[in-house]
């Protein structure tokens, strides 16, 4: 039960983390809040949410079928050690341009906002790659065993961070948006900062194998 805790809380704090400086979805979630009601922001964020959830399933997936093969998981392991390069390197660039830019903001209806939030969120091919190395490293340090309990922990936090940042830029994002710059740089640079430690950690995991 211990390391359920431990899963719920890493997989969460990582999929907040990931959610947290403005992009597409989150901002189009502010502006469906703004424009059509804060109801039909949270029914977007919804969305989003659900195809999180899918994708780390997915992702889950992926990393499980390469577990059950032993001899693949020093490639396992590699590939880790590129996604978190990438995303070090992404969130440091993006911290560095500060620059205030324009996030396109796709129009919503309330017929059909959950399914614009489930739209969009396929559309980032990032997500999989993103949870398929978290999972890694978390199998490696005893967090997730690929039972059923496990599964559904890492799947809910994921689902459950993303939606807590897209449920708190919904509701504040009057108080955001004049802090967007800003905020946007800091977050980024944490994000960057964790990258790099998971990096560094997978470099140890591959030198111990």
Known sequence: MGHLLILFFATFSAAFMATVPPGLLNMN?????????????????????????????????????????PHVIDILLQIALVVFAFFAVFFFIAARKNKKKK????????????????????????????????????????????????????????GLGTFSVLYMYTIYFNKLENKTNRFSQNSNYILSGLMLVLFVITIFRLLNN
Not at 50 to 62: D, F, H, K, R, S
Not at 123 to 145: C, D, E, F, H, R
Request: net charge positive; hydrophobic share 55%; proline share 1%.
């Open 103 to 158: 996030v396109k903001i796709i129009k919503v209806s309330k017929k059909n906002s959950f399914f614009k939030g489930t739209l969009l969120a396929a559309l980032n091919l990032l997500t999989v790659p993103y949870y398929s190395g978290l999972n890694v490293m978390w199998n490696a340090s005893g967090w997730i065993k690929f039972e059923l309990w496990d599964i559904i922990i890492f799947v809910l936090a994921a």
């Open 29 to 69: 979630a502010a502006k469906t809040s703004v424009e059509k009601g804060k109801l039909n922001g949270i029914i977007f964020s919804l969305g989003v949410s659900t195809v999180i959830m899918i994708q780390a399933y997915v992702a889950v997936l992926i990393s499980k079928m390469l577990h059950n093969n």
